[in-house]
């Protein structure tokens, strides 16, 4: 296995020494870290990240996750975190190819599959160990890189292998549920699609049960089994989020709290600093002198 990890390290470097979220493989990123870094906040969207050298730690809600060599972290749902790396060295840098999360290839995969039922509360996200096979089938998408004439005929077909993959490993259970639209954690999916849509709205969890399809009291359970957040802790994190991106741009706080859905700019500054380490102000000063790294996902 660590042949097929050292064949993938130089395929990615062969490609970039930073960060490439766009890549001429639809939905392919790649990243390579020299250092390690300090923890930055972004929101997960659907994707698989393939950590090949180095290690990534991971705060999603109250739960803590580390990926290195030989597994795999997914994000089944679009999910605030925040991440850094935490081993990288100029002579063995941190590496990791990702994946966004295709769920109309994921649907026509499981097309043949009997359908699943409800279940007990699921996570939205995970790290578990990768097989040769799973490897095997990244090599082979990523091999494309090198050829990328050969992309329009064999990409999907190589990407398709590659959540195949997944839906044979450790994180089968979590995707299929993801795809299948009666299941719990699609229904939480639906609720969380809402809550992005109008963060800065006041948030009633009947309406967000309503939007799920479940009681009040199971859609509390499973939201808080997906996300390792509640309802409000999400719309907090999307606002804050929201909030500091336009500090980076304005100085005005008590403005940008009453945008993304404040009622009091005092319990925004409380929440920012909280969440940052400083006030709004200062913050964005901080931003201007030293702006944030990007990329986080990966």
Request: aromatic fraction near 6%; charged fraction near 20%.
């Amino acid at each position: 296995m660590q042949d097929q990890l050292d064949r993938l390290c130089q395929r990615v470097l062969r490609h970039t020494d930073g960060l490439r979220l766009q890549t001429p493989l639809p939905g392919v990123g790649l990243a390579v870290a020299r250092q390690s870094s300090t923890p930055v906040l972004t929101l997960y969207q659907p994707m698989a990240c393939l950590v090949l050298q180095g290690a990534k730690q991971v705060l999603i809600g109250d739960r803590v996750l580390r990926y290195d060599p030989a597994s795999c972290f997914i994000a089944s749902l679009d999910l605030p975190a925040s991440g850094c790396v935490i081993e990288a060295a100029g002579d063995k840098p941190y590496v990791v190819a990702s994946l966004a999360l295709d769920r109309e290839m994921l649907a026509a995969l499981l097309a043949d599959l009997p359908p699943i039922a409800p279940g007990e509360p699921v996570a939205g996200f995970g790290v578990a160990p990768v097989t040769s096979e799973l490897l095997a089938a990244w090599d082979q998408l990523l091999a494309l890189l090198d050829t990328p004439q050969d992309i329009p005929f064999l990409g999907a077909a190589r990407q398709r292998e590659v959540l195949y993959r997944f839906l044979q490993g450790a994180h089968g259970p979590m995707l299929r549920q993801l795809v299948h639209e009666d299941s719990r954690l699609a229904q939480v999916r639906r609720a969380i699609l809402w809550i992005r849509d109008h963060f800065d709205q006041a948030l009633r969890t009947e309406t967000l049960a309503d939007i799920a399809g479940m009681s009040i009291a199971s859609f509390h359970r499973h939201f808080k089994a997906a996300t390792a957040m509640s309802p409000l802790q999400y719309q907090k994190a999307l606002r804050l989020q929201a909030a500091r991106r336009l500090m980076s741009t304005s100085l005005d706080a008590a403005r940008t709290a009453y945008a993304v859905g404040y009622e009091s700019a005092s319990q925004f500054s409380r929440d920012y600093a909280r969440q940052f380490g400083a006030p709004p102000l200062r913050d964005a000063e901080r931003l201007r002198s030293q702006p944030q790294e990007e990329g986080a996902a990966v």
